[in-house]
């Protein structure tokens, strides 16, 4: 008789290729993928982004030219203190942003801290399109826009982040505020009428960071993946959670192993919840998968995602853990 004991022994000797095959393979196979275009974006603010994807979209573009043009849109709002030269600076009083850009084929780009460039977004398009490489940072970052004739910036803060910066420096204490600090992300995951998948998230980061911080959003894996053949996931909240779980990766994995769009994302939370009982911060995830279902899950209540399928505009609220 085959006791559990038996079993997990003969499991211990079996080789390898027996056992990691059967695990391994285990991918979902989304035979018909969603083919009407859906864009979903972190935020209520998302939705302005989404507008503008679905215009390429709706005219049968490609995703990855929608999502680096969705996001762009909200970059150029100078009134967003989370994105963009708008954004709230770091301790030094000086606005750096994060970008990553991850199309159909897997290829992905990124920059990081990169300082007085308007659309870090389409810099990180240009590493991936333009460069062997996946990241360029800071000065090397901004040296790369400029050649590729991006105008540099005056270095200055908007009036708004400038007040909130001298306010922050009264006390200068390090002290995320859940969905305001936090607020801090536009990622945006679309898929076209080819049934493609492409990602794009942009940030300023975590306000009145250390300057040289990085966060979760051009960390492929951690602030955005696509896998064309799963699904896609990114994040907004506090990035180093999410760094030190990679979280979009692991959303992606469990998709490719059968958990829905909302599973993965509430198992993601989870993940962050349970090894950081500390959850005085925010972190919130969205997720499509190539059949085009959707998810979205967060530590605290507040977060939310803006819809676009087929062209219908909607907005979801997350669920949350606590
Ligand atoms: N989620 C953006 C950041 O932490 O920088």
Known sequence: MSTRRSFIKNISLAPASLILPTILSADNNYSTPYKEGLIISTWDFGAKANEKAWEIISKGGKAVDAVENGVKEIENDPNNTSVGLGGFPD?????????????????????????????????????????????????????????????LEKQKRSTVSDKAWKEWLKKSEYKPIINFEMHDTIGQLAMDKNGDISGACTTSGLAFK???????????????????????????????????????????????????????????????????????????????????????????????????????????????FL
Do not use: W
Not at 98 to 110: L, P, T
Not at 252 to 277: D, H, W
């Open 210 to 320: 250390m300057h040289g911080r990085v966060g979760d959003s051009p960390i492929i894996g951690a602030g955005l993946y696509v896998d064309n053949e799963v699904g896609a996931a990114t994040s907004s909240g506090l990035g180093e959670y999410v760094l030190k779980t990679l979280g979009s990766f692991l959303i992606v994995e469990l998709m490719r192993f059968g958990y829905s769009p909302q599973a993965a994302c509430e198992e993601a939370v989870k993940r962050i919840t349970k090894k950081y009982p500390y959850r005085e911060f925010q972190v919130g995830f969205i997720a499509m998968n190539k059949a085009g279902e959707t998810g979205t899950f967060s530590i605290h209540p507040g977060f939310e995602f803006a819809q676009c399928r087929a062209g219908v505009v909607t907005n979801v609220k997350a669920g949350s």
């Open 91 to 151: 301790r030094d009083g000086i606005v750096t942003l994060d970008a990553a850009i991850m199309d159909e084929k897997g290829n992905a780009g990124s920059v990081c801290a990169l300082q007085r460039i308007k659309n870090p977004i389409s810099v990180a398009r240009k590493v991936m399109d333009e460069t062997p490489h996946v990241i360029l940072v800071s000065e090397g970052a901004q040296k790369f826009a400029i050649s590729k004739g991006f105008k």
